[in-house]
């Protein structure tokens, strides 16, 4: 099992930033690997960003050379800084994690973009 929380999200306008956080506990030393997904109204879950435990990384074209996903494995943790948002952006962020087969999801966090 493993639990995860995320964190960081909110409301900001056009060309700002944030940096969302998912702390990971349980059986993290099983995880394969760790993903920021999004889901806007009306619209399917689509992976935003993902990282392997052997730190390799794969972008949505859409976020690519504004979004850096990165982890800490010291602290469990997986971040996704984000720049350069855009309204397009506004979604609810789930942190995901995959042990062997299975996907593990947090609570998800709402970004907001403004005009």
């Known amino acids: 099992q493993v639990q995860l929380v995320e964190s960081g999200g909110g409301l900001v306008q056009a060309g700002g930033s944030l940096r969302l956080s998912c702390a990971a506990s349980?059986?993290?030393?099983?995880?394969?690997?760790l993903g920021w997904y999004r889901q806007a109204p009306g619209k399917q879950r689509e992976l935003v960003a993902g990282?392997?435990?052997?730190?390799?990384?794969n972008y949505a074209d859409s976020v690519k050379g504004r979004f850096t996903i990165s982890r800490d494995n010291a602290k469990n943790t997986v971040y996704l800084q984000m720049n350069s948002l855009k309204p397009e952006d506004t979604a609810v962020y789930y942190c995901?994690?995959?042990?062997?087969?299975?996907?593990?999801w947090g609570q998800g966090t709402q970004v907001t973009v403004s005009s």
């Open positions: 990282i392997t435990s052997g730190e390799t990384t």
């Open positions: 349980g059986s993290i030393f099983s995880i394969k690997a």
């Open positions: 995901n994690a995959v042990v062997l087969v299975t996907s593990y």
